[in-house]
């Protein structure tokens, strides 16, 4: 099994290749995420859980910190006792090999914080 939390992302361009169905068949079988159809454009979706809101909150910043980090952001949602974060690549209309890593990286993040 790859180990995405350990890699970086690359800069993406429009009609760059999306994650091939192997990297995302292994991925979603080694974790949590799943992979949705939202506006017709695939996504990877984890909704993680909090004791409040203060929690649910920093963890949403230090998302928002490797996000800007790294030039690619997804789709928070943060409420009380949990956090729901999407990872697409919009250039490409799909999941791109730096959405598995942002993922991987993101429960990393969340593992820290328990």
């Not at 091939?20 to 993680?48: C, G, H, K, M, N």
């Not at 999407?86 to 820290?112: P, V």
């Amino acid at each position: 099994m790859t180990d995405y939390s350990q890699m970086t992302c690359e800069a993406c361009r429009v009609g760059a290749p999306p994650a091939s169905d192997q990297e995302l068949t292994e991925f979603l079988a080694s974790s949590q995420w799943q992979r949705l159809i939202i506006d017709d454009e695939p996504r990877l979706r984890r909704v993680y859980a909090f004791k409040n809101f203060v929690g649910a909150l920093a963890f949403t910043n230090e998302i928002a910190k490797i996000a800007e980090a790294e030039g690619h952001h997804p789709a928070l949602l943060t409420e009380w006792g949990r956090v729901t974060v999407d990872w697409w690549t919009h250039k490409i209309r799909d999941i791109h090999r730096n959405d598995l890593i942002m993922a991987a990286r993101s429960d990393q993040i969340y593992a820290q914080a328990q």
